[in-house]
């Protein structure tokens, strides 16, 4: 089992910067690949970016490349998304995931084996 635990959204202007925290406990976190996902109302969620479990390969969806970078520091189970250049379009509950598995690039919800409750994320135009 392992809980997650989102942190660091907030109302912010177009162009500015967050950055999202995911800290991970319970048994081996560091062992899981790590996705951020996105669900807007209305929508359905998305996925963002993800990071597999050794940090050696990353994936982001085309609308954020250039703008969002994902990270993790096993060292404290903590996976981070910076996000830069925030646009209105952003908007969004922020979730991170967990997946078990060797460390390919998982990009579907269905995938995933744990989830975080959610951090809301505002883009003021």
């Known amino acids: 089992q392992v809980h997650l635990e989102e942190s660091g959204g907030r109302l912010v202007q177009a162009g500015g910067s967050l950055r999202l925290s995911c800290a991970a406990s319970?048994?081996?976190?560091?062992?899981?690949?790590m996705g951020w996902f996105r669900q807007a109302p209305g929508k359905e969620r998305e996925f963002v970016a993800c990071i597999t479990w050794n940090g050696a390969n990353t994936y982001y969806t085309d609308s954020v490349k250039g703008r969002f970078t994902i990270s993790r520091n096993n060292a404290k189970d903590t996976v981070y998304l910076q996000m830069n250049s925030l646009k209105p379009e952003d908007t969004a509950v922020y979730y991170c995931a967990g997946n078990w598995g060797p460390p390919v690039v998982v990009k579907h919800t269905t995938d995933y084996d744990y989830w975080g409750q959610g951090t809301q994320v505002t883009v003021s135009s």
């Open positions: 319970g048994r081996a976190p560091t062992m899981y690949n």
